[in-house]
């Protein structure tokens, strides 16, 4: 297969596979989590404003009171790469076409240079989260190869696009591929590894803020 | 695989509902809880990570509801788990919590980590893998009526000892009275002067009491321990002591776990609403200030701080009475740095004071209360905990801390308008 058939692929039939898979994936997962319900809670209430899983959805965006300075990687790593990733993948012009193509929806894009800036950035804190699982004694304990594997496959994306992009090392064809197939490996994994975490980290904040809400604790 | 295994096994399988299947999945390891956990942050060992602490529960979680976990599983790829594995994690999820809650407030994705390690005591427990100490408690508990084996005569024999020394007839049994409050044994045993301050206070407030001499112990072992059966029958006996005695309120002491077993898991346990209200004494104690029936004269001086057990605070939801009761009692109240929902645990929660094997661990991790207390440097500590106290006491005893402790609800006794005309009431 050369790089055009492999672009030809990655475009056609590899993609309506990919997002086939991330959508009966993330049906599986959503089910087997969501279907195992809870019982009602009988205790009554304690009313109490901004206590609700509502609140906790976008309270837990902030650190507590002193957590920042304590784990200011992994704060500030994490806030760098979830809004680079999503503004890159949002904002690019090129992926506000394709977004455009296949759902009709469209808005105005970010200029090039402050994409590719957006671009780096986000690559950077990336690496730094990276060096900072292996480095930091809690969280290299953690690690194993689930969460080195959901690195890679956020990682590859944003590295081959950035490359295309600057026509770096190989042909902007193959590294359009490589680009899309990267995005088709992560949709494919998505909902199999601790990506999943992006559709299953809203329910978890609602519950805990609900439970404890009804105690009149705003969490 | 053996009998208790088997059990573990299907209790953990029973427990594991939608926010846990929800929690496991959304941890990303970003190894925060270990920030919020005082066995880490005072010995910075990684293996007293919250989280990491649930890893059996996670791998069952993993074998028995995921379609990916189950094929593993069926060719022999996924590490079951063994009786050796929960034996082993006795010591993370018994000795090294205290169930405070702390990290389930801080986690980035929003996980409950404290639902999840309450659930998997659940398995443990009926496994055989809890500590021998709160084996032996829970027991008593059952067979007693009391975790320290406090029964009927010798509750009267201190009450008793109160009408001597203080005048004060303590009412039981009384049919149709307002509130019936509930105890620790501890504050049986240690902390008498508690019962006695609600009697002043009651007196003064002109409210009827009484306690229930069929269910006068609130500390629930079964809750600490992780049996739900158990939890069920303390709170049953609370629950028919109250019907039966037709209290509008149940009070419940100053002990923390016990507050959370009855007021937020007691009627989930028995399966239905009380027919009457469950308040924590703090509740009922600034009910009554709101009210204008609750007059304090002379407050003190003395630089006070107030220590907030987790129970009460963070996962009871008693946040604000305490400081509008100290306000009353205290010029110079400062809180200490974390108060409030942030406070960190005394150490001595979740049963890891009744369990000999985490004595150690329990007073290496009271050092970041040290650090709390050092920073405000109070002259007169207050709490709302029988066991906090006990624990506190321990701890300030092993660095040489010399801060008098006090419990609020004496505190506020103390300065009662009409503190020396007392009598009986109910």
């Known amino acids: 297969m050369n790089e055009f058939q492999l672009l030809a692929f990655a475009r056609g039939i590899g993609f309506q596979i990919a997002v086939a898979i991330f959508l009966m994936g993330m049906m599986l997962r959503l089910t087997e989590i969501y279907s195992l319900g809870r019982k009602p809670n009988l205790a009554e209430p304690r009313l109490v404003s901004g206590a609700s899983g509502w609140h ?27 809004i680079g ?11 506000i076409k394709m977004i455009q193509e296949l759902t009709g929806l469209s808005w105005p894009p970010l200029p090039a240079p402050i994409i590719d800036f957006i671009t780096v950035v986000t690559l950077v804190a990336m690496l730094v989260v990276l060096v900072d699982r292996v480095r930091a004694p809690v969280k290299r304990f953690l690690s194993g190869f689930g969460d080195y594997l959901a690195w890679t496959i956020t990682f590859l994306p944003v590295l081959t696009g950035y490359l295309a992009v600057k026509h770096l090392f190989l042909s902007y064809t193959t590294l359009l591929a490589l680009h899309i197939v990267s995005v088709e490996i992560f949709l494919v994994l998505l909902p199999f590894t601790k990506i999943a975490h992006t559709a299953t980290v809203w329910p978890s904040r609602w519950f805990n803020g609900n439970t404890n809400g009804r105690k009149g604790v705003p969490v | 695989m053996s009998a208790s295994l088997s059990r573990a096994i299907n209790v953990l399988k029973k427990v594991i509902d939608a926010p846990i299947a929800s929690y496991l999945n959304s941890c990303v390891h970003c190894g925060l809880c270990a920030e919020a956990c005082l066995f880490y942050t005072e010995t910075h060992d990684p293996k007293y990570t919250p989280i990491h602490k649930l890893e059996p529960l996670r791998r069952l979680y993993r074998q028995e509801y995921t379609l990916i976990g189950r094929l593993l599983k069926a060719i022999g790829l996924a590490k079951p788990i063994t009786d050796a594995e929960l034996e082993e994690w006795k010591e993370l999820v018994y000795n090294s919590c ?3 809650g702390r990290c389930s407030l801080v986690c980035p994705v929003g996980n409950d980590i404290v639902y999840m390690v309450r659930r998997l005591r659940e398995g443990m427990a009926i496994a055989g893998h809890a500590p021998q100490g709160m084996i032996t408690v829970t027991k008593r508990a059952i067979e007693t009526g009391s975790p320290m084996g406090i029964k009927l005569p ?4 201190q009450l008793s000892q109160i009408k001597a020394e203080t005048g004060i007839e303590i009412p039981l049994d009384q049919e149709g009275a307002e509130y ?30 009484t306690l229930c001499s069929e269910a006068f112990e609130a500390t629930n072992s079964g809750i600490q321990i992780g049996v739900s059966e158990i939890a069920e ?28 077993a009855l007021r937020w898991e007691g009627p989930n346990l028995i399966g239905r609403p009380y027919r009457f209200k469950v308040r924590h004494i703090l509740e009922v104690l600034d009910e009554f200030r709101e009210q204008g029936i609750l007059k304090t004269s002379g407050p003190e001086d003395a630089r006070m701080t107030f220590h907030d057990p987790c129970q009460i605070v963070r996962m009871g939801g008693v946040i604000e009475p305490q400081r509008r009761l100290m306000q009353m009692v205290a010029k110079d109240f400062v809180e200490m740095p974390d108060s409030g929902k942030y406070n960190w645990c005394c150490g001595g929660g979740g049963g890891v004071s009744a369990n000999e094997d985490a004595k150690e661990l329990q007073l290496i991790a009271f050092q970041r209360k040290k650090e709390q207390l050092e920073a405000v440097k109070a002259e007169r500590l207050v709490t709302a905990c029988a066991n906090c106290r006990i624990v506190l006491e321990e701890g300030m005893e092993r660095y040489r801390m010399d801060v008098p402790l006090v419990g609020l609800t004496e505190l506020i006794a103390d300065h009662l308008v009409e503190a020396n005309n007392v009598g009986g009431t109910g």
């Open chain 1, 56 to 82: 906790t959805l976008y309270r837990r965006f902030a650190p507590p009171p002193g957590m920042l300075q304590t784990a200011y990687i992994t704060y500030i790593g994490g806030y760098v790469f979830h």
């Open chain 2, 233 to 260: 029958e303390i709170v049953s006996r609370i629950v028919d002591g109250a019907e039966k005695l037709r209290v509008k309120t149940v009070i419940s002491p100053e002990c923390g776990h016990a507050f959370t």
């Open chain 2, 180 to 209: 019936m409050l509930l105890l620790s044994s501890m504050e049986v045993i240690n902390f008498p002067e508690f019962i006695t301050a609600v009697a002043k206070i009651m007196r003064q407030a002109g409210k009827t009491w």
């Open chain 2, 154 to 157: 010798a509750l009267k024999f």
């Open chain 2, 98 to 100: 205290t169930m405070c």
């Open chain 1, 85 to 95: 990733f999503m503004m890159v993948f949002l904002l690019f012009a090129q992926h």
